[in-house]
Nanobody, 124 residues
Framework: QVQLVESGGTLVQPGGSLRLSCVAS????????MGWYRQASEKERELVAS???????NYADSVKGRFTISRDNAKNTVYLQMNSLKPEDTAVYYC??????????????????WGQGTLVTVSS
């Protein structure tokens, strides 16, 4: 069973910085892409940033120039460096990964895995 575990969410003041981490664990899988989504209160979940194998990145317009996604392939970990945080960045941040699952159950099927989420609150 592949699991994603996020960490790093906390209360931060406007203009501050924060780094989120997400570690993928399990057996018999490979990672095709990892990303971060967020969901603010009473809003739909939205893509924040993603990174594919080879390092191709994609960002939501609202975070371009402020957030940076990176990945440590050896550690199956993705990071989200968030700078110049704004109150509107307040949300639960979810880690997402597209994996190829080689277990007997999935036999090489590509599927998505989600973390439980970590809360980021930007407030003075």
């Amino acid at each position: 069973q592949v699991q994603l575990v996020e960490s790093g969410g906390t209360l931060v003041q406007p203009g501050g910085s924060l780094r989120l981490s997400c570690v993928a664990s399990g057996t018999r899988f490979s990672i095709n892409a990892m990303g971060w989504y967020r969901q603010a209160s009473e809003k739909e979940r939205e893509l924040v940033a993603s990174i594919r194998s080879g390092g191709i990145t994609n960002y939501a317009d609202s975070v371009k120039g402020r957030f940076t996604i990176s990945r440590d392939n050896a550690k199956n970990t993705v990071y989200l460096q968030m700078n110049s945080l704004k109150p509107e960045d307040t949300a639960v941040y979810y880690c997402n990964s597209e994996i190829t699952d080689y277990t007997i159950t999935y036999s090489g099927t590509r599927r998505e895995v989600w973390g439980q989420g970590t809360l980021v609150t930007v407030s003075s």
